[in-house]
């Protein structure tokens, strides 16, 4: 495995990134802590999707080179748990409140098996074919919150109203968001300390010398080189920085902020 490039930039800056990259001589992934839909937060300092991120960056640092897709899954899985028992959390109550779990999707390419396995909302691109694995609840919830601002911004609302984090639009989803997430691990897959919905994993068998994208879903879409993909989402950030049109999501860009959601985007080659 050869690493071209990549790029990690944070929404907010780098100290509240929820989004990680990691390299190791037997493992590459990308990492996409949730955002928090919960005023609780594991962490006494740390928003639950930053943690999470960490503490999966940290895990697949140390994942022994010839693991499998289910071991990888399992160990990712028990580092999550592990900090439940660590802090004294009740498993009863996260299991009733799965909004309060810490949670994230990952993209891990092992160089061992030659095979990328995609848990949650990541995207990656192989050969000119672009693979993703989204909620199609999410994209109704992104459509409905576009509906609304489009609607208020046709009634004379300023769009400023909807660049704050106090977003209307968002307001408007975030119960329907919250209540997702009991779906989790039940009709998708994440990574958040409970068994992993297994049928939502996504496995490709990647051929050797082979250049392969992986990106956060900070990305609207994907291109074979960086610049391609900055520039294409320079141009979405640039015609809708409120994310209703061109680019449909559950949040837009705030103030203070240079994208709708963190992103990170590595290119290798798989030798």
């Known amino acids: 495995m050869k690493v071209i490039e990549y790029k990690v ?12 990259l990691v390299v190791t ?39 022994p080179p010839q693991a499998t897709r289910d071991e990888v899954i399992d160990l990712l899985t028990e580092a999550v748990r592990a900090e439940y028992r660590s802090r ?66 046709d009634e004379g609302t300023p769009p400023e109203v909807f660049r704050e984090p106090s977003d209307p639009g968002r307001a408007i989803i975030l119960p329907d968001l919250v209540a997702k997430t009991r779906r ?19 496995t490709l068998a990647l051929p050797a010398r082979t250049e392969v994208v992986l990106a956060t879903d900070g990305y609207p879409r994907l291109w074979p080189t960086l610049a391609e993909t900055e520039d294409y989402l320079q141009q979405v950030l640039q015609a809708d920085p409120l994310c209703i049109r061109r680019h449909p999501a559950t949040k837009g860009v705030y103030a203070r902020q240079v994208s709708f959601d963190d992103r990170t985007y590595l290119r290798f080659s798989t030798g």
């Not at 989790?184 to 996504?202: M, W």
């Open 184 to 202: 989790q691990n039940q009709t998708y897959a994440v990574i958040d300390g409970f068994p992993v919905y297994r049928a939502g994993v996504q």
């Open 25 to 63: 001589p037997s493992h590459c992934a990308v990492i996409d802590g949730s955002t928090s839909k919960s005023p609780r937060s594991v962490h006494p300092t740390l928003r639950n999707g930053r943690y999470c991120m960490q503490l999966v960056s940290r895990a697949i640092g140390q994942l």
């Open 88 to 153: 004294g959390l009740s498993a009863d109550r996260l299991r009733q409140h799965p909004e309060e779990r810490l949670t994230c999707s990952v993209a891990v390419y092992s160089c061992h098996h030659r095979q990328l396995w995609m848990i949650g909302d990541c995207q990656a691109l192989v050969a000119g074919t672009v693979y993703s694995v989204r909620d199609p609840q999410e994209e109704l919830l992104a459509r409905r919150r576009a509906q609304f601002i489009a609607q208020a911004l």
């Open 9 to 20: 930039e944070g929404k907010g800056g780098a100290s509240v990134c929820e989004d990680g």
